[in-house]
C-alpha cells in the first residue's frame, strides 16, 4: 500500500501540470490586442499592431482575393468602417498556434435595427512578421444562434 501511495503522489504534479492550461503565446496575445482595439473603435491601436505591408486575404469558395493591401489602405478602412452606427463587437475562441500562424474562430455580434442581438463567426488565419500582423485570411461567415 506504500508503494501505492507513493506513485499516486508522484504523479499528482503531472497531472496537475496537464490540467493546467498554456498562458497564450505572444502570437496569441498580439491578436488578442488587435481585437480589443476593434473592440474600442480605434484604429490607431490597430495600426500600431499592423505590419506596414498587411493584407487582409478574403476566401470564398474555390477564391481567395487580397481585399485589403497595406497599412494606409486598412487604417482608411477602418476608420471608415467605424464611423457605422451599428457597434460590432468581437470575440475569439477555438485558439491554434502553429509558428507564426494563428487560427482562430471570430466570432462577431451587433443589435440588429429591431434591438435583437445577432451574430456570425468565421475561421481566421494570422500571419505574424516582426511581432506584427502581416496577412490575415478571412474565411466564410457562419451565422451563429
Known amino acids: 500500500m506504500p508503494k501505492l501511495l507513493m506513485m499516486m503522489l508522484l504523479l499528482l504534479p503531472v497531472s496537475i501540470a496537464a490540467a493546467t492550461p498554456a498562458p497564450p503565446s505572444e502570437h496569441q496575445q498580439l491578436v488578442e490586442k488587435y481585437t480589443a482595439a ?6 490607431n491601436a490597430m495600426a500600431a499592431l499592423m505590419h506596414p505591408g ?3 486575404i478574403t476566401i470564398s469558395g474555390d477564391r481567395s482575393d487580397v481585399t485589403t493591401d497595406g497599412k494606409e489602405q486598412m487604417v482608411s478602412e477602418m476608420e ?9 463587437s468581437s470575440s475569439l475562441g477555438g485558439w491554434s498556434v502553429n ?3 494563428v487560427t482562430v474562430i471570430e466570432t462577431a455580434s451587433w443589435l ?13 488565419v494570422y500571419q ?3 511581432q506584427l500582423i ?3 485570411w478571412y474565411f466564410p461567415e457562419q451565422k451563429t444562434q
Open 54 to 56: 498587411i493584407q487582409w
Open 128 to 130: 505574424i512578421a516582426d
Open 80 to 88: 471608415s468602417y467605424f464611423k457605422s452606427p451599428t457597434r460590432i
Open 112 to 124: 440588429d435595427g429591431k434591438g435583437k442581438r445577432k451574430a456570425q463567426s468565421a475561421t481566421a
Open 134 to 136: 502581416r496577412r490575415v
Open 38 to 43: 476593434f473592440n474600442a473603435r480605434d484604429a
Open 99 to 101: 509558428g507564426d500562424y
